[in-house]
């Protein structure tokens, strides 16, 4: 692997008149493809006029002259006039609007509304307001702090402590609508030989998260420096005793230890089979 400490870093800028979350996306998705060049970004939401806009053509030109790299700028600014602005500074500009939109005109035979942010608006009241009861239903019952209503989730994750069972619940509420609900294997339930009392009930509901024990020690560390819930030795006890759970009561799991949050919660669904909230199918009245 290229040590890439030493070199400079290359600044890139997300922008957008609306939240800037696609061109972040975007970005990362395409500058994950680079793993030996070092990014400094910058998200810049709400450029939404053109002095906004001129302000930071200044300041990205600026950039560049004190700079020997030239800047990158990831833009989705559906803004005709800012893009425009946009345009005249010397960096790169990747834009999807531009790129894409007049493709898409030509063969849908329609004019584009050149408007960003569609993706991130209330079109559907409904659907919204199930995402939202998803992620206080999650919250409500993070770590196995409640328990009562475990009946009404859609799926309950297990594991030992800090395998990322909080993270990926949370993920899965946000972004699918799940009520996704969690619980905490202890070294007492791990001497049993069933399944935990709280969730015997729920087998149908059960999916397990498992991770390397010296990652685990690791993130453990940081948490309790040099104790033994953090011992490379407890990981492992409890990492292989997990899994032996695991399989023993037939709970589906993953191995997450080079996944992110949003691969771990994407695998989830698809091995479960559980529902996604969706959007419905888009006409002119959602984009009013």
């Known amino acids: 692997m290229n040590d890439t400490s030493n070199q400079p870093l290359r600044r890139v800028y997300f922008l957008s008149n609306r939240t800037a979350i696609t061109a972040e996306t975007l970005g990362h998705s395409l500058l994950a493809q680079f793993p030996g060049i070092q990014f400094s970004s910058v998200t810049i939401p709400f450029v939404d006029t053109t002095q906004k806009a001129y302000k930071l053509v200044d300041r990205i030109n600026a950039e560049n002259a004190d700079n020997e ?5 990831i833009s989705t600014m559906a803004d005709e006039e800012i893009s425009r602005i946009i345009h005249q500074s010397k960096a790169l500009i990747i834009d999807p609007f531009e790129r894409f939109l007049p493709d898409l005109e030509l063969i849908l035979h329609a004019h584009s509304i050149h408007e960003s942010g569609q993706s991130h608006r209330i079109s559907n009241q409904g659907l919204y307001e ?5 992620i206080d239903f999650t919250m409500l019952h993070d770590d196995g702090m409640t328990t009562k209503m475990y009946g009404q989730s859609d799926i309950i994750i297990v594991g030992v402590s800090r395998s990322g069972k909080t ?3 949370l993920y899965l509420a946000l972004q699918f609508g799940i009520k996704a609900a969690n619980y905490p ?13 709280i969730i ?10 498992t991770t390397n024990p010296k990652r685990l020690a690791h993130i453990r560390e940081e948490r309790r420096s040099n104790s033994r819930y953090a011992s490379l030795e407890q990981c492992k006890y409890e990492v292989k005793a997990a899994e032996q759970m695991f399989e023993q009561f037939n709970v589906p ?4 230890t080079t996944m992110s949050i949003e691969e771990i919660a994407t695998k989830v669904v698809e091995i479960t089979g559980l529902h996604r909230i969706s959007k419905p199918a888009i006409s002119h009245l959602d984009m009013k």
């Not at 790299?69 to 700028?73: A, F, G, T, Y």
């Not at 199930?130 to 998803?134: E, M």
């Not at 015997?200 to 998260?209: I, T, Y």
């Open 69 to 73: 790299l030239q800047s990158i700028v």
């Open 130 to 134: 199930s995402r939202i009861n998803a």
């Open 167 to 169: 993270p990926t619940c």
């Open 185 to 197: 294997i202890t070294e007492e339930d791990m001497e049993s030989e069933d399944l935990p009392a």
């Open 200 to 209: 015997r009930g729920f087998k149908g509901k059960l999916f397990g998260l």
């Open 253 to 256: 799991y993953l191995n997450t």
